[in-house]
């Protein structure tokens, strides 16, 4: 992505969404992850955190360099600028609303209430800036009996009822193994935001986006809440199974394990014939998706055959041959992910800049055919760009720079 110098000096970046001016209020991925979208898209996003206490993030590993610096807070904080300010002095009060006024969203992701306490509520912002997105995500959302209470990702797991239905049958459940709740609440901010930010184009009119981990939890629940209104069916742990169609799951092979997903009488049919036993499509045992769904059928007839045909092959060897024929891919591990080629040529393995060293992470998921190509900056340090950002957005001169430093407000 090409950049152009401001007249502070500072980067100002290209894309769809240039001269977008986001305030990032987050810390560690539930809002990082949001404003690093918006980063990437081409908006100008400024990290603020307190100068004495900045994203804890910070410290996750893995670490880099003599600095030991974070690759994890690189991860998802790359291409912003960084600003310090203490939120709690007047001062910092101050710059804030000074700041607002020439951006058009604020992402915060404080228990509901806390900026209220600070003075800094949306209508508070708002009378400065009647333009702004207010961007909010938390545990709960903003509204509801539970919106104060503190929370993590995994209570947004446990709450939102993805735990519940993790894992193995017979077995207690396990939580996804990612930090779904806070990904999944940011992508929806990001979603959110930008809907508000079209309204606020054609109106003039700002608002709150209010997003919630539990919330976005559920969502990614896929059929257990109708299963539930309709049919009073809790779902439950069911491992590598699906609810209502096999084949499809985890099947071994060779050298570790495909998934397999051929359910269909079309690609069933596909399968044996590709596995020298066209006969088997026809065999009265099997022969249609109804019988080959039934739990002892499946166990007994169609698992052995399938473990019979792939164990002959390593995951390779399978999608080679039948890849591109049927629901059949290769169970990869990440460095195996990192490695493929098809994620080489969509550019979803970047290198971003750590301490001097240039280290691999996710890309940008989102393709737009218009899109210059992406360059991928460097996380800030804290307070790295408090002269150029609070000159150009709050018109801070270098006297009252060094007087805020010193009284603690930057």
Not at 29 to 57: N, Q, R, W
Not at 104 to 111: G, K, P, Q, S
Not at 152 to 163: K, P, R
Not at 226 to 232: F, H, I, L, Q
């Amino acid at each position: 992505m090409n950049k152009e110098q401001s007249a502070g000096g500072m980067a100002v970046r290209s894309g769809a969404l240039r001269n977008v001016v986001v305030l990032d209020i987050t810390r560690v991925v539930a809002g990082p992850f949001c404003s690093m979208l918006l980063a990437d898209l081409g908006a100008t996003v400024i990290k603020v955190e307190h100068p004495g206490d900045p994203d804890y993030a910070r410290t996750f590993p893995p670490f880099v360099g003599d600095e030991q610096l974070s690759a994890f807070f690189t991860q998802f904080n790359r291409n912003k600028q960084g600003i310090t300010l203490n939120l709690k002095s007047e001062d910092g009060k101050a710059l804030l609303k000074k700041l607002v006024r020439k951006a058009d969203i604020l992402v915060e992701n404080f228990r509901p209430g806390t900026m209220d306490k600070l003075g800094l509520g949306y209508e508070v912002l708002r009378a400065e800036n009647p333009k702004l997105i207010y961007t909010a995500i938390s545990g709960f959302g903003r509204t509801g009996p539970n919106s104060s209470k503190p929370a993590y990702d995994n209570t947004g797991q446990a709450a939102g009822g993805l735990w519940s239905m993790n894992g193995y049958a017979e077995m207690p459940p396990v939580r996804v193994g990612t930090i779904i709740g806070d990904l999944a609440a940011s992508l929806y901010a990001a979603i959110g935001t930008l809907a508000a930010l079209r309204q606020a184009e054609t109106s003039g009119v700002g608002q709150v986006v209010d997003v919630s981990q539990q919330d976005s939890v559920l969502t990614l629940t896929e059929n257990a809440v109708v299963r539930y209104t309709a049919e009073k069916d809790v779902a439950s742990p069911l491992g590598n199974d699906h609810p209502f169609v096999r084949p499809y799951g985890q099947f071994p092979c060779k050298d570790g394990y495909v998934f397999f997903g051929g359910y269909t009488d079309k690609f069933w049919a596909i399968t044996c014939a590709l596995f020298g036993e066209p006969e088997r499509a026809k065999d009265p045992e099997i022969d249609t998706m109804e019988k080959r769904f039934d739990r002892v059928v499946a166990e007994t007839k169609v698992n052995p055959l399938l473990e019979r045909w792939f164990s002959r092959y390593t995951k390779t060897e399978l999608e080679e041959m039948a890849g591109d024929k049927i629901p059949l891919s290769a169970i990869k591990t990440i460095a195996e992910v990192v490695e493929d080629p098809h994620i080489a040529a969509r550019n979803m393995i970047v290198n971003v800049p750590v301490a001097g060293k240039l280290i691999g992470m996710f890309g940008q998921p989102i393709k737009l055919s218009a899109a210059e190509v992406t360059s991928f900056e460097k996380a800030p340090l804290p307070g790295e760009h408090n002269a150029d950002v609070l000159a150009r957005f709050a018109d801070v001169t270098p006297d009252e720079l060094a007087r805020l430093k010193a009284s603690g407000a930057i």
